[in-house]
């Protein structure tokens, strides 16, 4: 079963429409805060800190702002984090968290904003404020919904490894996750084996009482050899999401979605590559229809690797020794560019993998 798009709630629950526009709520710090504030348009700042949870609960809210200001010139959402910049917090008389102020277009003399804390009121806030007229935009999210109709096709596919979050609407821990769990579901996206989904527990309380769920959020990861499903005890910070999927799903991830050195590589190959490298021309020959055989007996995304390997050994018997370290070369200069992450994947699974001819 391929990821279908009907699965994915766009624009459903503000729970979970945050972190694809993360960026659009720009940084500021010492360096850059004359630069962007207090210029030729308004700013709407807020001062946080990392560690507080009352911060975490506005950052969903916060960064919907943020997309749905995107692109009104007039207007600049940023943040501040003032356990990083405790100058710049001190100057601006920020004694709690998170402290939210505008500036006014041309000013760096702010007034605090008082009122309630959802994208809401905050857009009507900065529409009032700027002259502007923007809508809320509905972001995106690569979170899996799920419903009593879809929660077995989607958890119980043995093809498939899943991660649920069972939460409630109303609980300040699963708000407080919900940032952390939508990016952890965006670095995983390209990967048609891992399934990050959430299923409302207060609402389908049934399904949630059969997996023995008592309080929130908690979550179960489902991989494909045990679908009775794992308790999840691990950290809930997006790096402990990430090395836990990584481990349990054969995945070579960051935090942002990118492949890692490891991503590729073929233990099983390693070493016929490493006689291939140190042979003669004529014993590569030999060692190239080895490393044929055992690339054919792989299995899943393996064999996908299998088949760059025995193309990269062709490659270096027709074109050199040299070929392995220019390819390389040319690689990481396609990389540098603008490109879609579906080629960065194929580029860095190539450079990997030419690596180990390389090395």
Not at 118 to 130: D, I, P, Q, S
Not at 151 to 179: I, M, R, T
Request: hydrophobic share 35%; charged share 30%.
């Amino acid at each position: 079963m391929e990821k279908s798009p009907i699965l994915f709630a766009i624009g459903t629950l503000a729970l979970l429409l945050v972190s694809a526009f993360a960026d659009d709520v720009v940084v500021l710090t010492e360096e850059n805060f004359e630069n962007e504030v207090g210029q030729d348009r308004g700013a709407l700042v807020e001062f946080y800190a990392p560690w507080c949870g009352h911060c975490k609960k506005l950052a969903p809210e916060y960064e919907k702002l943020g997309a749905s200001f995107k692109k009104a010139n007039s207007v600049l959402i940023g943040k501040v984090d003032c356990d990083d910049q405790k100058n710049l917090c001190s100057k601006f008389d920020v004694s709690g968290y998170p402290t939210i102020k505008w500036f006014p277009k041309g000013s760096l003399e702010p007034k605090k904003y008082e009122g309630a804390r959802t994208a809401e009121a905050l857009t009507e806030y900065v529409n009032m404020e700027g002259g502007t007229n923007v809508k809320i935009t509905a972001v995106p999210s690569d979170v899996v919904i799920l419903s009593p109709e879809n929660f077995d096709e989607v958890v119980l596919d043995k093809s498939k490894d899943v991660l649920v979050e069972f939460y409630a609407p109303w609980c300040g821990h699963c708000k407080a996750l919900a940032p952390i769990y939508e990016k952890v579901a965006t670095a995983f996206k390209l990967d048609e084996d891992v399934v990050i989904a959430s299923l409302d527990a207060d609402k389908y309380r049934d399904l949630a009482e059969k997996y023995g769920i008592s309080g929130f959020p908690t979550l179960k990861f489902f991989p494909k050899n045990n679908k009775d499903g794992e308790e999840y005890e691990g950290g809930r910070d997006l790096d402990d999401f990430v090395s836990f999927i990584n481990e349990k799903c054969g995945t070579s991830r960051d935090s942002k979605g990118q492949l890692t050195s490891k991503a590729g590589i073929v233990a099983s190959l390693e070493e016929l590559v490493k006689e291939f490298v140190s042979a003669t021309n004529d014993e590569k020959k030999t060692i190239l229809n080895r490393l044929e055989e055992e690339a054919g007996k792989l299995e899943g995304s393996a064999a996908r690797y299998g088949k760059i390997y025995t193309k990269v050994a062709k490659k270096c018997m027709e074109k050199g020794a040299d070929y392995a370290k220019n390819e390389i070369q040319r690689l990481e200069r396609m990389l540098s560019k603008a490109i879609s992450p579906v080629k960065a994947d194929e580029f860095s699974l190539k450079k990997n993998i030419l690596s180990t001819f390389a090395a």
